[in-house]
T-cell receptor, first 114, second 115 residues
């Protein structure tokens, strides 16, 4: 799986958009970009994923550059409850067993301030 | 909303005890997972199950076993708890299918302390 690089920490004002970058310059054509987050003392939470096109769901938007070497997760109106560590993961979708395991790097600690 | 529940948030057990951690999901998911999460080591997969009575070892199965008698329930068993099994244990579920299997829904976690 391609290596990802994320900033260690970011701050955002409540109500503003939070834009979390992820660099994955060695991504290959069949690797998907996944985003998860983990609020302190809770289990991780799936947010969104994409391959080439931009994606949006009720939680966030995912913007993937045309060359796919980087992506940005956008939380359009950040709230205090969005304070969490955000993980960008790049994975080939392979079937079977342990291929489904998730491995989180260090992620970005997003702090939403009042 | 997908709901994954775990039997306890906090658990304290003694060395040598047999420990049962229960996980229940209400979304009819085929896949279920047990991970442990430790500072500096991230998430590590202990066991995976893709159907009732089916299981596969993950990266660190030693000292653990699992049981899946019903689709919605996946139990992790520590046969004889040891202090190095002190950790946060996370259960997850996902639909079957190569793509969907990476959209995993996690429970709140059980913080187990073995003394």
């Amino acid at each position: 799986d391609a290596k990802t690089t994320q900033p260690t920490s970011m701050d955002c004002a409540e109500g503003r958009a939070a834009n979390l970058p992820c660099n994955h310059s060695t991504i290959s054509g069949n690797e998907y970009v996944y985003w998860y987050r983990q609020i302190h003392s809770q289990g991780p939470q799936y947010i969104i994923h994409g391959l080439k096109n931009n994606e949006t769901n009720e939680m966030a938007s995912l913007i993937i550059t045309e060359d796919r070497k980087s992506s940005t997760l956008i939380l359009p109106h950040a709230t205090l409850r969005d304070t969490a560590v955000y993980y960008c993961i790049v994975r080939v979708q392979k079937s079977g067993g342990s291929n489904y395991k998730l491995t989180f790097g260090k992620g970005t600690l997003l702090t939403v301030n009042p | 909303d997908v709901k994954v529940t775990q039997s306890s948030r906090y658990l304290v057990k003694r060395t040598g005890e047999k420990v049962f951690l229960e996980c229940v999901q209400d979304m009819d998911h085929e896949n279920m997972f047990w991970y442990r999460q430790d500072p500096g080591l991230g998430l590590r997969l202990i066991y995976f199950s893709y159907d009732v009575k089916m299981k596969e070892k993950g990266d660190i199965p030693e000292g653990y076993s699992v049981s899946r008698e019903k689709k919605e329930r996946f139990s992790l068993i520590l046969e004889s708890a040891s202090t190095n099994q002190t950790s946060m244990y996370l259960c997850a579920s996902s639909p079957k299918g190569t793509g969907s299997s990476y959209e995993q829904y996690f429970g709140p976690g059980t913080r187990l302390t073995v003394t």
